[in-house]
C-alpha cells in the first residue's frame, strides 16, 4: 500500500511504549557521552564500589520490547492450539484479536499508552512476508485458468463497492438526524475505498483453515491480491481530491490512467526483480548458503521499489515470486528451498499473529468516536453490496466461462470477503485534518471485527451446511501428470485444427518461448533442457525414497547387516546385502547430486507437507519393485565399475534409480523373479556418483560375501543416515546440485 | 476458385449436425468455412496432408495421432459431417445438459465420451486398454529425444502401477477414469468456441 502517503501524516517513529520496568540508573559500561565523561570526572573523587552487577534497561529498550511483543504473539499462538476444541471452532484470527484486545486492556490498566498499529511498520515489515508467501507459493495453474474471473472481481467489484458504500453513506449523512452532515461527498468516497477492499491476511488466515474447493479459494484470494491496484488508486485519488474539494473529468480519467500506471508498472517491477534473482540464482552454485537470501531480498527490494514509485507493491511482490519461482527451483539445492520455505512460512506466520494481536490492541488504544447509525450502516452496506456486486458480475462472467460459478461458489465469494488490517492501516495514515478520522477509524474496526468474528466463525459450519465442495487432498500422481500434459497437447492441436487462437494456444507460444529462450539464460548448467515431465518424475520418486528412510523403514537393513557376519552363504542374506549396498548407494547418490522438492501444494500456514503422504504399497507393487531392484543389482554387480564416464544428457535424468519404492515388507521374505531384459550399461554410470569411496567399488568388482563389504557397508549406512538427518560439516558435495522443480 | 456449388452447406444438412453435435448455427458456419480453407483439393473432403499443412499441428507433439482421430476406421478422408463429429467432444458440457434425460443417448461432449476420446488416442489398437508399449510411445513422443529408453519405461512402468487396479499390467478405460477424477475435465477437455 502507499507509503509515500506517510510524508504527510505525523507519525513516522515507532510508537512502542515500554512497560515501565523498574530501572536503576547507573553508569553504562559502554557509552561514553560527554556530559557523561564530565560527571564521570565528578564523582571519580567519592569512589564507589565497582558495579558488579548493573541493569541498563534504556540500552537494550526497542530491541527489548520488539522481541518481547513477538514471543508474546507466538506463545499465545501455541496456547491456542493446546487447547483443541478451541482451535476447531474459532479461526485463530479472532482469538489473536481478543488477545490484544486483552492486551490492550491490560496496559491501559497499568496507565500506560497502548502501542498502537504503526502504518509504517504495517506495510514496511509486516505485509511484506505475507503477501510473498502467498506469491511465491501461489498455484499457478489454477491462477491463470481463472485471471479473467479474479480481475472483473477484482477491479471491478471493487469499483462497485467502493462507490456504491460512498453514495450511500453520503446519502444517510445528508439526513438530519444522522448528525454528520459535515460530511462531503469525497470523505464519504475516500471512506468507502478504504473500507471496500477484500483484504489477503484475513482471508488467507480464514480460508486455510477451511479447506475450500481450489477454485474458490483461488478466486476470493486472487481477488484480494489483485484488488491492491484500485485500491492504492483509489486511495490516492479521493486523499488528493478531498483537500482540492472538486473532482473534474480531467482528473477522473487522469486516475483511470493511473490505475493502469500503478498496476502494470507494479508488475513490470516485480518481474525485472524477478528475473534479477533468477538470473542470480544461476551463479550460486558454490555459495549455497545465501541462496535463500537472494529471494527474499530481491522480493523485498521490488516491494520497496514500487512503493517508492507509488506502484501497488503488493503486485509487484507477486510478480516478482510468480516469475522467479520456476528458474530459481531449478538452480537452487534442496535445502535452499526447504529454507525458503520454511522461512516464508514462518515470517508470514509472525507476521499474521502480530497483525491481529496489534489490531485488538489498537481498538483499545485508538480514539474512538461513536455513531450508531453510520457504524451499524457502514457494516450492513458492505454486505449488501458485497453480495449484490458477486452475484451481478458472476452472471456477467458465466456467459464468458466454460465452467461455470454455481450459487454456492456465489456464496463463499461473497461471504469470504473479509476486511482487514489493511483497512485499517489506511484509516489510520488518514490526517488528523479530515474531521471525520476518528469516525471513519471506529467503522473499520467495527466492520473488520464482524467480518473477522461473525463471518469468519460462521463460514466453517456453513460450508459444511451447504456441502460445498471440499480440496481434494491429493497426493502428486504421475498419470495426473502425465494425462494432463497429454491434454494440453491435445487442445492446443485441436485448437489449431479450429483456427481458434484460444488459452491453449497462448499458453503453448508462452511455454515454447520459455524454453527455447528464456530457460537457456536462467537456469544453471544443462537443467534447462530437461522436460518438466521427466522432473517431477524424479522428484516425486526421491521423495519416496526419502520417506521410506523417515519413516524408519530402512534401518532394519542395519540390524541384519551386523548379523549377516554370521551367516551362511544363503540366497536370501546375501541377496539382502546386495539390495542394500544398492539402496545406499542410490539414495545417495540421488540426495548428493539431484534435484529434489517436496511438491507440495503450500495453501496452509500450519502444514508444511501434506499430511497424507502414506504410500499404499500394495502386493502388486511390491512384487514389481523387488522385481527391478533385483534386475538392477544383477547389473551393478556384473558390470565393472569402472564405468565412470557419464554422458553430460545422461548425469542430469538419472531417474533410472529412482525407481525404487522399498518397503519394510520385502527384506525379510524375498521371491525374485527376472521379468525383464536387462537394463543398458549405461544404466550403471550412478557410478560417477562415488568417487571417495574407492574401497567400495572394488567391492563390487570382488567376491561377494566378504566381511569387509559388510562393515563398508554399516559405515556407509550410517554416514547415509547422518546425511539424511542431519547437514554434517563438509556437506559441499551434497549441496552441489541444483534441483529443480516442475 | 471454380464452381464450389457441390460443396455448399445445405439448411438441412446444418439442421442435423446441429442435433447430432449440438453446436449452433453460427458456429457450424463459422467451423465449415474454416473445414473449406482448409480443404486445398475443393473435393469436399480433407485428407491427411490437408490437416498436416496446419502449422500447430506439425510442432504438435502429438499431431498426428490428433490427425488420424478425425480419421474413421481405416478410411482416408474425412467429410464435414466427421470433421464436425470429432470437434463435438470438445464442445463446453451446458447445464442445462447435464440434467438431460438419461434415457437420451448421452451427447458426444460428455464427461466419459470426452475421456474416451483422450483414450483412444493412447489407445491405438483398439483392444481398450493402453499397454506398456503404448503408454511408452506417447511418453516419448512428449518427452522428446534427450531420454534414453530406460528412464521412460520407468516412468511408463510406475505410470501403470499407480493406475492398474486390477493388475493386468496396463491401463483400461475405467482405470483411467479413475486416475482423472480429480482433473477438471469437463474444463480441460473444452474449447470455447466463437459463437
Partial sequence: MSVHALRKSASSSFVFVGIGLPIEASAPAYQSHGTEGSHLTNITNTKKAFPVLAVNYEHVRKPFEIALWILLALLMKLGFHLIPRLSAVVPESCLLIVVGLLVGGLIKVIGEEPPVLDSQLFFLCLLPPIILDAGYFLPIRPFTENVGTILVFAVIGTLWNAFFMGGLLYALCQIESVGLSGVDLLACLLFGSIVSAVDPVAVLAVFEEIHINELVHILVFGESLLNDAVTVVLYNLFEEFSKVGTVTVLDVFLGVVCFFVVSLGGVLVGAIYGFLAAFTSRFTSHTRVIEPLFVFLYSYMAYLSSEMFHLSGIMALIACGVVMRPYVEANISHKSYTTIKYFLKMWSSVSETLIFIFLGVSTVAGPHAWNWTFVITTVILCLVSRVLGVIGLTFIINKFRIVKLTKKDQFIVAYGGLRGAIAFSLGYLLSNSHQMRNLFLTAIITVIFFTVFVQGMTIRPLVELLAVKKKKESKPSINEEIHTEFLDHLLTGVEGVCGHYGHYHWKEKLNRFNKTYVKRWLIAGENFKEPELIAFYRKMELKQAIMMVESGQLPSVLPSTISMQNIQPRAIPRVSKKREEEIRRILRANLQNNKQKMRSRSYSRHTLFDADEEDNVSEVRLRKTKMEMERRMSHYLTVPANRESPRPGVRRVRFESDNQVFSADSFPTVHFEQPSPPSTPDAVSLEEEVPKRPSLRADIEGPRGNASDNHQGELDYQRLARCLSDPGPNKDKEDDDPFMSC | ?195
Fill in chain 2, 1 to 195: 476458385m471454380g464452381s464450389r456449388a457441390s460443396t455448399l452447406l445445405r439448411e438441412e444438412e446444418i439442421e442435423e449436425i446441429k442435433k447430432e453435435t449440438g453446436f449452433s448455427h453460427s458456429q457450424i458456419t463459422r467451423l465449415y468455412s474454416r473445414f473449406t480453407s482448409l480443404d486445398k483439393g475443393e473435393n469436399g473432403t480433407l485428407s491427411r496432408e490437408d490437416f498436416q499443412r496446419i502449422p500447430e499441428l506439425a510442432i504438435n507433439p502429438l499431431g498426428d495421432r490428433i490427425i488420424n482421430a478425425f480419421f474413421p476406421e481405416g478410411e482416408d478422408q474425412v467429410n464435414f459431417r466427421g470433421f464436425m463429429r470429432t470437434l463435438a467432444h470438445f464442445r463446453p458440457i451446458e447445464d442445462n445438459e447435464k440434467n438431460k434425460d438419461p434415457i437420451a443417448s448421452e451427447p458426444l461432449n460428455s464427461r466419459s465420451n470426452k475421456l474416451l476420446f483422450a483414450f483412444r488416442l493412447y489407445d491405438l489398437d483398439r483392444d481398450d486398454k493402453i499397454s506398456r508399449d503404448e503408454l511408452l510411445q506417447v511418453l516419448r513422443m512428449m518427452v522428446g529425444v534427450n531420454i534414453s529408453d530406460e528412464q521412460l519405461g520407468s516412468i511408463a512402468d510406475r505410470t501403470i502401477q499407480e493406475a492398474d487396479q486390477n493388475g493386468d499390467n496396463s491401463i483400461s478405460f475405467n482405470e483411467f477414469i479413475k486416475v482423472l477424477e480429480k482433473v477438471d475435465v469437463e474444463q480441460k477437455m473444452s474449447i470455447r468456441f466463437l459463437h
